[in-house]
């Protein structure tokens, strides 16, 4: 089976954000981010990973979209935000999200601020080019 | 009144699939209160038979070691009405299940004809919210619950005994 492009796995990203999140396609942007601009939930995640493993037939650790064990090491938390050590770590599991914003004020409970629709294309797409 | 919505399972197959009945009755206090002289079962605890249901197919998956929680309602459609004297049979499948949570999908029918459909996601939370403290013991699946699969008699029943 061919390798999807990413225009088709953005597609198909945007149809199971709509369908998960009953928002309308034109909000589904790749900038737009989950929690904040389509008022997805922390449990929406649980919903959204199982429609994407159906939707592209992968599986998706919850450690590899959100790695939780860094963002609760004692070792890179600190009054709740990430150290440097921390965000090195954060840096190397999360290659497919943009933390360059997040950098700034490394808080962790605006991890979920990085989660655009585009974080979603790029998990997706280094998934399934892992895959063969 | 105690909060169950289902009665007997009738069919449970570990991690795939189950079936439970129950049997609405005029005894029961909702019905007299959710539409005054007209006595119907409120689709909010269709819905719960369907996660009660559901969630212990979905509890006894992982042998009951997680704490099961419905997290999302996916679909609820109800078609038709149920009332006093019928007997409903909520039937559910799991769908998706992994450390974090669990999906299904369910049909609920009355006498054969089909009643609503009721998709759930449920969350196995000690492997989610992270940082907040659950009590150590299962406060989800009770005696009151494990009761039902202690009683169950269909195919299957020693596998699913505890």
Redesign the interface.
Known sequence: MATPTREEILEKVQQTLVDALSVEADEVTENATLTGDLGAE???F??I??RL??AFNIKI??EELIP?DI??NAEYVQNRKLNAAGLEALKKAMPHADLSAFEHDPDIDKISDVFTVGTIVNFVQSKLAAQG | MRWIWIDRFEEFVPGRRATAIKSVSLAEEYLHDHVPGFPIMPASLLIEGMAQTAGILVGQARQFSEKVILAKIRRAKFYQLVGPGRQVRFKAIIDQLSDAAASTTGQIYCDGELVGEVDLVFSHIDQNLSGLDFPQENFVFTEQFMSLLKLYQGAGAERVRL
């Open positions: 922390s449990i929406d649980l919903d990973v199982f493993e159906k650790p919850q939780r963002l609760s």
